[in-house]
């Protein structure tokens, strides 16, 4: 199975300044069609997950530009250039290169 | 607008059966890939099953492997989750989830059914 090991697993973050959250496969996500099966979630308190980014770096439909995703292959980084409030809650990566799709353990994110 | 709505959560007893359904609306069901995921409470997702477009294909997280069936009928737009052989850890909310065309990601979530196992 792809291990996804994310850091760190809490953030505190000053609304308006940047977060990044780091996620790590423990095998290539890089598929041969040369896409990243890596997405991103928010899982606000209450909700049901929420998807974000797609193949690495697409954003989702609605989804703020604030809200980026970058990386290849093993390394990957979520980043919010201005928190703001709607931005609490649990992040996950996720890989879908290979079965069993796995998640890495989540981040906490919350406001100062 | 994409809807998916589970139901048939409930307390069971270790050992018992369960069957989780998840009704869509607002796209073409059967021209897509779905799955189960789970969350036991105050932890992280744990992927639980797929199964194709058409139902032909289904895999299964170790986990539930033997124990757990999903399906669906395309001509009621409706995936289902039978669990058998249930036990307490198999406690957890469990969301439906559309696959993204590519298969790259889940693009939409119901909003969960609690499973609850206790004797």
């Known amino acids: 199975d792809i291990v996804m090991t994310q850091s760190p697993l809490s953030l505190s973050v000053t609304p308006g300044e940047p977060a990044s959250i780091s996620c790590r496969s423990s095998?290539?996500?890089?598929?041969?069609?040369?896409?990243?099966?890596l997405a991103w979630y928010l899982q606000r308190p209450g909700q049901s997950p929420n998807l974000l980014i797609y193949?690495?770096?697409n954003r989702a439909s609605g989804v703020p530009d604030r809200i980026s995703g970058s990386g290849s292959g093993t390394d990957f980084t979520l980043k919010i250039s201005g928190v703001e409030a709607e931005d609490v809650g649990v992040y996950y990566c996720?890989?879908?290169?290979?079965?069993?799709?796995?998640f890495g353990q989540g981040t906490k994110v919350e406001i100062k | 607008q994409v809807q998916l709505v589970e139901s048939g959560g409930g307390v069971v007893q270790p050992e018992r059966s369960l069957r989780l359904s998840c009704e869509a609306s607002?796209?073409?069901?059967?021209?897509?890939?779905m799955h189960w995921v789970r969350q036991a409470p105050g932890k992280g997702l744990e992927w639980v099953a797929h199964?194709?477009?058409?139902?032909?294909?289904?895999y299964y997280a170790d986990s539930v492997k033997g124990r757990f069936t999903i399906s669906r009928d395309n001509s009621k737009n409706t995936l289902y989750l039978q669990m058998n052989s249930l036990r307490a850890d198999d406690t957890a909310v469990y969301y439906c989830?559309?696959?993204?065309?590519?298969?790259?990601?889940?693009?939409?979530w119901g909003q969960g059914a609690l499973v609850t196992v206790s004797s």
């Open positions: 989830a559309k696959e993204e065309y590519r298969g790259s990601s889940f693009d939409y």
């Open positions: 607002g796209f073409t069901f059967s021209r897509y890939g």
């Open positions: 199964i194709t477009h058409d139902g032909t294909i289904k």
């Open positions: 095998q290539s996500v890089l598929q041969s069609n040369g896409y990243n099966y």
């Open positions: 193949l690495g770096s």
């Open positions: 996720m890989q879908a290169r290979q079965i069993p799709w796995t």
